[in-house]
């Protein structure tokens, strides 16, 4: 990668990603194998005025070594001193940036188990800083910069070098790094697809209908939902970009009124198990039968991460003919992956994607159908072969997209 794509990916996070503001602080959680981009990020803050940027690294191969060695009994320690000191900076206003870049077969080949319990016990210490972050407390953005292990396994049949420096071409362009003027450009995809959720909202469909190979799925919407893409906005009206890249408009489905069966279109990594060519099947908003080709066991103990796991938190639409769908990739990586093709979450909902759910209860919430959990993960269900529809109160089917493509005009 050169310096100049560098500056431009670190400019774009700052300015569309995070909107730092003057005299804001940021936090960031960083992987050691992403130290050049961050180190450019926090040059581009502290050029911003930031006061403080404060920088909290971690090292894959650490999460490894603890699985090989550490006792079986000590997977739910927790330092509970790293949650704390997360939300405490988001209570006083600090912008939060996560980059990322595992190598997706991390723990390929380990007890599913252990995994699952390790992410249980992290989620349980994290859920009250990310419900804070997640639902407009303060701007958040997620990056996931290329690194050598993830690109190695999107491109095999290249050394760690190419295969590095090949991912980084891709990236660009997903990132829109590409053109002379990235902010710009990003400001307009975004003002597109503010376009696409303002005309969901104005809908408010009562249900979502799904067809395509595998896939027959109504997704019940609870009213007064709220289609939210692109950029959104704290509590205190600051515009942020949550996700860089994004194609997608997203809100909360109804998380006891799911029936039928979906296929994925894309393998899931988890926390590196992959989890491929994988079916659910819903009842009354749960799942109530599964299977997948590859990775049963750890989808398996997924779903019975807690008694909410098994429901779903979002619903989020994507065109296939998308700049990360025509790389014609499949990048193991969660956030390029869902952004290639429309998919659904299981576990918990946000509250920013319902009418005035940031000052509802939990009992508010759960009576509106906004489900609550431990795990939020995303997994694909889109392609060429999917159609979906809207289907009002009044029963009338307004066509959302016909063979992955948007059906509507804005």
């Not at 990132?175 to 990003?186: E, G, H, K, S």
Request: proline residues 5%; glycine residues 8%.
């Amino acid at each position: 990668m050169n310096k100049n794509m560098l500056e431009k990916y670190a400019e774009v996070i700052a300015k569309v990603g995070l909107n730092l503001q003057e005299g804001q602080r940021l936090f960031i959680a960083a992987g050691l194998n992403t130290a050049p981009l961050v180190r450019e990020v926090t040059a581009k803050a502290y050029e911003n005025g930031a006061p403080l940027v404060t920088v909290f690294w971690d090292d894959e191969e650490l999460k490894k070594i603890r699985h090989q060695y550490a006792p079986r009994d000590s997977f739910e320690e927790f330092p509970e001193w790293v949650a704390r000191g997360i939300l405490e900076n988001a209570e006083r206003g600090d912008a939060y940036l996560s980059v990322t870049g595992l190598d997706p077969d991390l723990l390929a080949g380990f007890d599913p188990e252990l995994i699952a319990l390790e992410l249980k016990t992290r989620a349980k210490h994290y859920k009250p800083a990310l419900n804070l972050i997640s639902n407009g407390g303060v701007q958040w953005t997620v990056v996931c910069p290329p690194t050598p292990k993830w690109a190695e396994k999107i491109f095999p049949d290249l050394s760690e070098e190419e295969a590095e420096e090949k991912l980084w071409g891709v990236m660009e362009k997903l990132c829109r790094l590409d053109y002379d003027d990235p902010v710009t450009a990003w400001q307009q995809h975004l003002s597109d697809l503010s376009k696409r959720h303002d005309y969901l909202n104005k809908m408010q469909f009562e249900t979502l209908h799904f067809r395509g190979p595998g896939t027959d799925l109504k997704v019940g919407m609870p009213k007064y939902h709220v289609w939210k893409g692109g950029s959104g906005k704290t509590q205190g009206g600051v515009d942020f970009t949550a996700n860089l890249p994004t194609e997608e408009v997203f809100s909360v489905p109804h998380k006891d009124r799911v029936e039928g069966t979906v296929h994925s279109t894309k393998p899931l990594n988890y926390f590196g198990n992959l989890i491929e060519d994988f079916s659910l099947t819903f009842e009354k908003g749960r799942v109530v039968d599964f299977s997948a080709k590859k990775g049963e066991e750890t989808l398996r103990k997924m779903l019975e991460s807690d008694e909410n796991a098994k429901q779903l938190g979002e619903v989020a639409l994507v065109p296939y003919y998308s700049p990360i769908s025509e790389s014609g990739l499949i990048f193991f990586n969660t956030l390029y992956d869902e952004n290639a093709a429309c998919h659904l979450a299981l576990g918990s909902a946000y509250r920013i994607n319902i009418k005035d759910g940031v000052k509802m209860s939990d009992e508010e919430l759960d009576a509106a159908g906004v489900n609550d959990s431990l795990i939020h993960v995303d997994f694909m269900i889109g392609s060429d072969k999917v159609d979906i529809d809207g289907i009002t109160p009044d029963g009338s089917v307004i066509p959302l997209m016909k063979k992955g493509a948007w059906a509507f005009e804005v």
